[in-house]
């Protein structure tokens, strides 16, 4: 994991993520504010010389490792390696720096909000995707293929799942004919079950949720989460919590404890007890029977800084510039698809809502959330239409030279 291997890693390394929320799973920055790149900027010259304000920084980086590299735009890969080169070789792509890029293309693209960007960038590079950046060649990346499934074990969902990944016309009407015969559950409400909604839109996810908080608005507590320093705009649970007896909640951090009475990012349960007077803890009874006393946790935002010299070089350090202070917990009812990514979720109800499915591989991202075929269920009866791909990521897989003698 990007874990251990931070552990292990001698070199001075900035560990960057698209998002706040996929940078606070490995305690890294997020790319934008690392590179003080501004937001919704292409203009490459304003992006590299933003980042040059922190032009010591880069040249004493020897490495850098990018995690979610399929949410990174072709345009902010692109400024990274002329910014890096400017503060290394010039000569060399990333300027010799040793770049390491994990994730999955065959999940969400990068979020497209402003339509006159993506025009650009289909005029500039074809598209949105860091691949598609002319040093992606140049760089010459090794491929290491990890092939072994962590969340599902069932062999059968596997290849259910393998199926739609893919986009296997092939086969995928006798995966979509086994998904409707024993998932199909149109109509399903919301209930006091382990049961995630995942919704295509963030609209369908604020009607569902706001309708169970209106409906216990008066019996609900209010809790806000603390902002001190600089944080990123997508924070890991929301600031404003409204809390109330018999409410589905789902616990956003890992928590362990030497007695065994901690839980993970992803542990699911209602609330049983709230501290109504101080705001200090709730009571949650899990899924599998046991009770977890739930206190506010505190997240970190991280900036890089030089430290002392070690080696030649002057070491490279984060410093806390930023701390979240809130319950570590979402309300659970209904999510969006795109906050889903990452989780494991014991049960899923599909919700494509109105204008259904909309972006690559959507319906597979929400499938692959669950772990088991038994728990998994859809609100409309899928068609092949909504098993939409993206052929220039498959034909960037198909261009792949996987070399899998790293694996052991």
């Not at 020897?62 to 010039?90: F, H, N, Q, T």
């Not at 956003?252 to 349960?269: C, I, L, P």
Request: charge should be neutral; include cysteine; aromatic fraction near 10%.
């Amino acid at each position: 994991t990007i874990r251990e291997f931070q552990k292990r890693n001698p070199l001075n390394t900035l560990y960057l993520a698209p998002t706040g929320i996929a940078a606070q799973n490995i305690g890294a920055v997020t790319i934008h504010s690392c590179f003080k790149f501004p937001l919704n900027v292409i203009n490459m010259e304003m992006l590299v010389n933003a980042a040059l304000e922190e032009r010591t920084l880069f040249q004493n980086t020897e490495a850098v490792l990018i995690e979610e590299i399929s949410m990174v735009r072709v345009e902010i890969i692109e400024a990274i390696e002329k910014v890096l080169r400017r503060c290394g070789d010039p000569q060399l792509a990333f300027g010799g720096k040793k770049i390491i890029v994990s994730g999955d293309y065959k999940q969400l693209p990068p979020v497209q909000a402003d339509h006159w960007i993506k025009m650009q960038l289909d005029l500039k590079y074809g598209g949105e995707y860091a691949f598609m950046a002319p040093v992606w060649q140049k760089a010459k990346f090794k491929t290491i293929r990890l092939t072994r499934i962590q969340r599902q074990q069932d062999a059968k969902f596997q290849g259910i799942l393998n199926i739609i990944r893919e986009g296997d016309i092939t086969n995928c009407a006798a995966a979509l004919n086994e998904i409707n015969q024993r998932c199909y559950y149109p109509g399903r409400q919301i209930g006091n079950d382990n049961t995630v909604f995942l919704c295509c839109r963030n609209l369908d996810v604020r009607n569902m949720n706001g309708i169970e908080v209106a409906a216990n608005f008066f019996n609900a507590i209010y809790s806000q989460g603390i902002i001190k320093g600089q944080l990123p705009d997508d924070l890991p649970v929301p600031e404003d919590l409204y809390l109330y007896l018999g409410q589905k909640v789902m616990l956003a951090k890992n928590e362990y404890r030497e007695d065994g009475t901690g839980f993970r990012n992803g542990n699911m349960g209602v609330i049983v007890e709230l501290d109504e007077r101080n705001d200090l803890y709730i009571r949650v009874r899990l899924f599998d029977g046991s009770y977890r006393t739930i206190f506010k946790a505190e997240w970190f935002n991280f900036a890089y800084r030089l430290g002392p010299y070690q080696n030649g070089r002057r070491k490279v350090e984060k410093e806390v510039i930023g701390v979240y202070t809130q319950f570590p917990i979402i309300p659970a009812g209904a999510l969006s698809i795109h906050r889903s990514q990452g989780k494991s979720l014991d049960a899923v109800h599909i919700v494509p809502g109105l204008g259904g499915f909309f972006t690559a591989w959507q319906l597979y991202v929400a499938m692959s959330r669950c772990k088991f075929l038994e728990t998994l269920t859809v609100d409309k009866l899928l068609t092949p239409d909504d098993l939409i791909i993206d052929k220039r990521v498959v034909d960037f897989y198909d261009s792949l030279n996987v070399d899998d003698s790293y694996i052991s």
